[in-house]
């Protein structure tokens, strides 16, 4: 584990709503620092979403574009991608859901920036809507089968203040039957 640095990658998990997975794209075509690899796993879509996001992304050589011969679920859709960049050479994942936009220009070069202890295998951020209200699932909390070291404690504590609204889910919107949604607008915080 260590530092991440440079060499990580992006798993977009998508399902119908293609339209979310492209916004999400574009707002990490906006990082001053960029993933090596961003792979969408198209988790077998019923409607046009894998057409859609190979015609998006075909010229794009840092993405990839993979469809699942069935729906898979949430964790074993992103075990797709994240087997993917193990392929290339990748073992730094970020997973991100694609109705996410990066507002923060500087949210992976402060991410990659953080000293991990080689105990932490993941890592999550706070998220926010649109309104400023957290979303994040769970608060932070240090779990542990023996004492906790103190430079544990200190990324822990440099986590937090790194990953304060940098990340932001997008309003709900009204979706059609092809999966295609309204406009949004863009804020950053």
Partial sequence: VGNMREIFGVVILNYLYYTDTIACVDSIRKQSLQPKRIVIVDNASPNESHTKLVERFMRDVDVDVLQTGKNLGYARGNNVGIAHLKQQGITNAFISNPDVTFA????????CALETPENVAMIGTRIVDEHGSDQSPYPVAVVASRPTSEKLMTFLKDLAKYMLAVMRIMPP??????????PRQEEAF
Avoid at 104 to 111: T, V
Avoid at 173 to 180: I, L, N, P, Q, Y
């Fill in 104 to 111: 923060d220009p500087d949210y992976f070069s402060k991410l």
């Fill in 173 to 182: 919107v009204k979706r059609g039957a092809s999966g295609e949604s309204s």
